[in-house]
């Protein structure tokens, strides 16, 4: 799991919006979704503004899964329930192993509609004559005897 995903974990935990909590650490908005949907990297600037932002969780948590989501004296007040998190984190892990499932069928699927455009296209042209008409995405189909 990555450092983004922890910090997705820590702001459902806290019931944090992810628009409160890009504006609370000064971020564009929508930067944390796209970093999110992305798996991308989250850089030291980041994290030391969600350590002075958010002093009750462990940036090393964060950085490397190990240890609590919260401090120690943090976690005394709280009392976490530990099954509450472990279930979202299942969850979580459920959804983006779908979502990587679709948009890769996504993608199977506009490779085999890009494939299907080409033959008919060449259909017209054995029919017709005309040289197909193509979009900026699909190769120019030639004549073969020209």
């Known amino acids: 799991m990555k450092p983004i995903e922890r910090i997705a974990i820590y702001i459902h935990f806290k019931k944090i919006s992810p628009h409160a909590f890009e504006k609370k650490i000064e971020l564009s908005n929508g930067y944390f979704s796209k970093q999110l949907k992305h798996l991308g990297s989250v850089g030291s600037d980041i994290l030391i503004r969600i350590h002075q932002a958010y002093s009750d969780v462990d940036i090393l948590w964060i950085l490397t899964g190990e240890g609590q989501m919260l401090k120690e004296e943090t976690q005394h007040s709280l009392q976490i329930d530990n099954s509450i998190?472990?279930?979202?984190?299942?969850?979580?892990?459920?959804?983006?192993?779908?979502?990587?499932?679709?948009?890769?069928?996504?993608?199977?699927?506009?490779?085999?509609?890009?494939?299907?455009?080409?033959?008919?296209?060449?259909?017209?042209?054995?029919?017709?004559?005309?040289?197909?008409?193509?979009?900026?995405?699909?190769?120019?189909?030639?004549?073969?005897?020209?």
């Open 85 to 146: 998190l472990e279930d979202f984190t299942n969850k979580y892990a459920n959804e983006n192993k779908k979502l990587k499932k679709l948009e890769n069928d996504f993608d199977k699927l506009q490779t085999s509609l890009s494939d299907k455009e080409k033959i008919i296209a060449l259909y017209e042209f054995m029919l017709n004559g005309n040289p197909p008409i193509t979009s900026s995405s699909s190769s120019v189909v030639k004549r073969m005897d020209a």
